[in-house]
């Protein structure tokens, strides 16, 4: 199996920019976009790594796995490694530079495993169903408020009873101090990781309308409204936070267990 090639080195925002143009997933992006997140997301490793946990526990022989606003694949190409081979992986996002990388990605990797469909779309167009596992990491965020309780609506509608929701999102906070606080951390956690307080000032400025975070308990609020039966938030590092969501089992005669 070959292997990947690192990265590039996150350098978009290093010189002044006269006009700092919206943050777009362009293929500007998609070169260093493992060494972006990485550097910047805190606990992204570690919220990986329980994809990937969460993935052996709840993906079920036979069924569809939804990877909503996949990016270059990092949590399809994790859940793979132990769904059943009979499963179907199906990774949505609306950015073609990044389906065209993960393609490539992909077939440089091999064809073990079970079969990936890619899907260049928005998410809120796809019809998910007889699935058993779905994955929003750090998607929803992007999407226009008043849009997402839809696509949640949508996901539980196409979960199995059993299956599970892993949401992971920034967050905001009701409390001004404690708001300013987690802002302050997550900046001081980028210049620990090699970005220049110019690189945080320019990106900041570059996604502040394209990412529009709320807070933890509105997505819980969400996720019940929409009929989950059990909501975990299950981590949170500074303001980004992660929630396990599952669906009700059902009953003899095919009603959702209170």
């Known amino acids: 199996m070959k292997q990947e090639h690192q990265s590039p080195r996150d350098d978009l925002y290093s010189l ?5 143009g919206s943050f777009e997933f362009d293929e500007q992006v998609v070169r260093v976009f493992p060494d972006m997140i ?3 997301v805190p606990g992204y490793g570690s919220i990986l790594s329980m994809i990937e946990q969460l993935a052996a526990r709840f993906v ?3 069924t569809a796995v939804w990877d909503l606003g996949c990016s270059l694949g990092a949590a399809t190409r994790l ?3 132990t769904a059943p081979t009979d499963c179907t992986i199906h990774a949505v996002d ?3 530079a990044m389906i065209e990388r993960l393609r ?3 077939t440089e990797s091999g064809n073990s495993g079970c079969e990936v469909i890619l899907h260049e779309s928005d998410l809120r167009d796809v019809k998910i169903c007889d699935s ?3 994955v929003l990491n750090l998607t929803l965020q992007f999407l226009p408020p008043a849009s997402r309780t839809e696509v949640i609506e949508n996901v539980w509608r196409g979960l199995r009873p059993g299956g599970a929701l892993l949401l992971s999102e920034k967050i905001c906070f009701d409390e001004p101090t404690q708001q300013h606080l987690m802002t302050e951390l997550h900046h001081d956690f980028k210049r620990a990781n090699g ?3 110019l690189e945080v000032a320019q990106k900041r400025t570059a996604i502040e309308n394209r990412l529009i975070p709320e807070s933890l308990e509105t997505h819980i609020d969400r996720l019940k409204r929409a009929g989950f039966r059990t909501i975990a938030p299950w981590f949170q590092c500074f303001n980004f936070a992660s929630i396990l969501a599952v669906r009700g089992e059902c009953d003899v005669h095919g009603n959702e267990k209170q």
């Open 79 to 81: 859940i793979r490694r």
């Open 195 to 197: 970005y220049s307080d």
């Open 132 to 134: 058993s596992f779905v």
């Open 104 to 106: 490539v990605m992909l």
């Open 38 to 40: 990485a550097r910047s």
């Open 60 to 62: 079920l022989p036979g």
């Open 16 to 20: 002044p920019l006269n006009q700092v």
């Open 94 to 96: 609306n950015s073609a």
